[in-house]
């Protein structure tokens, strides 16, 4: 115990110097992880881009699109990518106004934005049960079935990570994202929360540009 409570150089006890190697530590993750996991669902979803355009370009017996074929209904994708470049601009909106120190505003602004990602998500899913073609009803329909359950997932997956955030900061006060923290508890745990945050706010802006690249390859050059 004495060797845990015994002063740093800095005048910190090792308790203290050990607590904010930890928090760096923590920071540096959070960072590190998202972008590392942006670039693992880059080669991911990849794959799929690369399948779509091999199996269009090859059109093996005219069946990537065939004749007499319907595809997904304009209307639907456009609403559903629309909801969800809408609310990724609307948190990224949102992050602006919280790191002013206006947690409010934030929580207005997400708070509606995960009302449209969910939204989003679900018609998705609901597309998927209305389809007028069978899964290997052509080459599109393959990609387009086999896409769809991903971005899903992606959509979903981040607005649960929002609504955890959410509910984090209700219980910060609001004069903490203005004025130091009196401990260094509170202090971390509001750095460690705006880091989250950042890191979700650039995570959702890659799900949405990933929905809007697939809208593109699904209803203006299938």
């Given amino acids: 115990m004495a060797e845990m409570t015994s002063a740093g150089p800095a005048g910190l006890s090792r308790r203290q110097e050990e607590e904010a ?9 959070t ?19 690369f399948a779509f355009f091999y199996l269009r370009s090859l059109n093996s017996h005219n069946d990537w699109y065939p004749a007499g074929f319907t595809g997904p209904k304009q209307w639907q994708g456009a609403v559903i990518m629309a ?72 959509v979903l997956g981040t607005m649960i990570w929002l609504e955890i955030l959410l509910v984090r900061a209700r219980g910060i006060p609001e004069i903490s994202f203005v ?11 509001v750095q460690r929360f705006q880091a989250s945050l950042s890191a979700l706010t650039l995570f959702w802006n890659f799900v949405a ?10 209803y203006l050059i299938h």
């Fill in 21 to 29: 190697f930890y928090h760096e530590a923590a920071l540096n993750a």
């Fill in 83 to 154: 909801l969800i470049v809408v609310s990724a601009l609307l948190q990224s909106a949102g992050l602006t106004q919280i790191k002013a120190g206006r947690r409010g505003a934030w929580l207005g602004a997400a708070t509606v934005a995960l009302v449209l990602g969910v939204v989003g998500g679900a018609l998705q899913i609901w597309q998927l049960t209305v389809l007028p073609f069978q899964p290997g009803a052509s080459g599109f329909a393959s990609v387009f079935v086999g896409t769809q359950p991903v971005i899903i997932a992606l």
């Fill in 31 to 49: 960072w590190t992880g998202t972008r590392l996991m942006i670039g693992i669902l880059v080669s991911a979803i990849g794959c799929f881009i």
């Fill in 179 to 189: 004025e130091q923290p009196p401990t260094f508890a509170e202090a971390a745990d």
């Fill in 209 to 218: 540009l990933t929905e809007l690249v697939f809208w593109v390859l699904f």
